[in-house]
């Protein structure tokens, strides 16, 4: 086996659009370098398998292992700046990854759309989540905007800051 690039590869820079991927554990695999034509680059754990990572150079996709035990997000975003030129990124994660950026202090914008609708199962996850203890006093949200638009949909759009 050859050897892999720690703590990053990246197979192509200067794309025009990136779609981001937080994999801690190293279990994503991909056939191609790119989701809808934007190139993807993976957020791995410390303890990725390098055969993972040569795996994941070989389908021709980017990534940045983190040399880190915790996945540091903010070095990780500072890397994706300094290398790629990415200073903006749209988060479209789950409750947990919501919240773990949320945490780190890593968005400064939350937009919610609310649907005419109530799921009410117990399992449903909320927008974020971060541990036992919260985000409670690690964010602060101020409305922009509220905007009412079809179907009884209605837009939130909220500033974050950290919290007091």
Same mark, same amino acid.
């Not at 989701?35 to 993976?42: E, L, Q, S």
């Not at 070989?58 to 540091?72: L, R």
């Not at 200073?87 to 947990?96: D, F, I, P």
């Not at 009410?120 to 949200?141: I, V």
């Given at each position: 086996?050859?050897?892999?690039?720690?703590?990053?590869?990246? !197979?192509?820079?200067? =794309?025009?659009?990136?779609?981001?991927?937080?994999?801690?554990?190293?279990?994503?695999?991909?056939?191609?370098? &790119?989701?809808?034509?934007?190139?993807?680059?993976?957020?791995?754990?410390?303890?990725?398998?390098?055969?993972?990572?040569?795996?994941?150079?070989?389908?021709?996709?980017?990534?940045?292992? !983190?040399?880190?035990?915790?996945? &540091?997000?903010?070095?990780?975003?500072?890397?994706?700046?300094?290398?790629?030129?990415?200073?903006?990124?749209?988060?479209?994660?789950?409750?947990?990854?919501?919240?773990?950026?949320? !945490?780190?202090?890593?968005?400064?914008?939350?937009?919610?759309?609310?649907?005419? !609708?109530?799921?009410?199962?117990?399992?449903?996850?909320?927008? =974020?989540?971060?541990?036992?203890?919260?985000?409670?006093?690690?964010?602060?949200?101020?409305?922009?905007?509220?905007?009412?638009? =079809?179907?009884?949909?209605?837009?939130?759009?909220? =500033?974050?800051?950290?919290?007091?």
């Amino acid at each position: 086996a050859g050897k892999v690039d720690r703590p990053y590869h990246f !197979a192509q820079i200067g =794309a025009g659009s990136y779609a981001v991927a937080l994999d801690a554990s190293g279990k994503l695999h991909f056939s191609k370098p &790119d989701i809808g034509g934007d190139h993807v680059v993976v957020l791995l754990g410390r303890d990725v398998a390098d055969s993972h990572l040569a795996e994941l150079a070989a389908d021709g996709v980017s990534y940045i292992v !983190a040399e880190t035990a915790d996945v &540091d997000l903010a070095a990780m975003l500072e890397v994706l700046g300094r290398e790629l030129g990415i200073s903006r990124l749209l988060l479209e994660g789950g409750a947990s990854i919501n919240g773990s950026f949320l !945490a780190a202090g890593l968005v400064d914008e939350l937009s919610l759309l609310v649907a005419p !609708a109530i799921d009410g199962r117990a399992a449903n996850q909320g927008f =974020a989540e971060f541990g036992e203890s919260g985000l409670a006093g690690k964010t602060q949200l101020s409305l922009k905007s509220c905007e009412a638009l =079809a179907h009884g949909l209605v837009h939130l759009r909220y =500033a974050v800051s950290p919290g007091a």
